[in-house]
Structure formats: C-alpha cells, structure tokens
Nanobody, 122 residues
Framework: QVEMVESGGGSAQAGASLRLSCTVS????????MAWFRQSPGKVREFLAA???????HYGDSVKGRFAIARDNSKATVYLEMNTLKPEDTAVYSC????????????????WGQGTQVTFSS
C-alpha cells in the first residue's frame, strides 16, 4: 500500500520562506516522478513543480523563480522550498507520484498525499 505524507505546512507571514516535505512508502521511490500541486477554495488544482525519476524539473509559471523542488531518494522524500511567499500562495498543498515521467496534469498522477494547509498573511 502506497502512503504519502506531507509535512511542513502551517501559517507564515507573506515574504517568508517555508519548506514542505513529502515522505513516501510502498513504492520504489527512485522510479517515480514527483510533483507538487495546490488547491484553494473555488479554484482548480494548480500545478506547481515536478521532478522526473531522472531529475529533470518543470515549474508552473506562478511559482517559477520562487519555488524549488528537490528529492532525496535515500529518504524517499520530495521537498518543495517556497520563497518570497505571498498571501495568494495560501492553499492546500499536495504531493503526487507518477511512474518515471513528469507531467503537469494532475489526472496523470497515480498516487497522492492527503495534503497540508499552508496559510500566508500579509
């Protein structure tokens, strides 16, 4: 059974930095592309960043230059480093896994974490 657990969420002031983690079990982590998405009330799920099994990365336009994705295969963990945070970054952040190849489409990911709420105030 695949389990994906996000951590690092909470509240912070705009302009701060925050790092989210997602630890995975139940699959061969190094074979999977990992991604981060977010969703806020009334909005569609938004692609943020993805890292393929071969370590190629892709970012959504809204976070390019501010967010960075990284993985540690030895810990089966993917990270999302978030900088220069804005109130509009408030959302539930979720990690996801897909076999080998990255995608920016949420319906192409096979496994999901439960999500972690991140709230930024001005």
């Amino acid at each position: 059974q695949v389990e994906m657990v996000e951590s690092g969420g909470g509240s912070a002031q705009a302009g701060a930095s925050l790092r989210l983690s997602c630890t995975v079990s139940g699959l061969t982590f190094s074979n999977y592309a990992m991604a981060w998405f977010r969703q806020s009330p009334g909005k569609v799920r938004e692609f943020l960043a993805a890292l393929s099994a071969k370590n190629s990365s892709h970012y959504g336009d809204s976070v390019k230059g501010r967010f960075a994705i990284a993985r540690d295969n030895s810990k089966a963990t993917v990270y999302l480093e978030m900088n220069t945070l804005k109130p509009e970054d408030t959302a539930v952040y979720s990690c996801s896994a897909r076999w080998v190849l990255l995608s920016f489409l949420p319906n192409e990911y096979e496994h999901w974490g439960q999500g972690t709420q991140v709230t930024f105030s001005s």
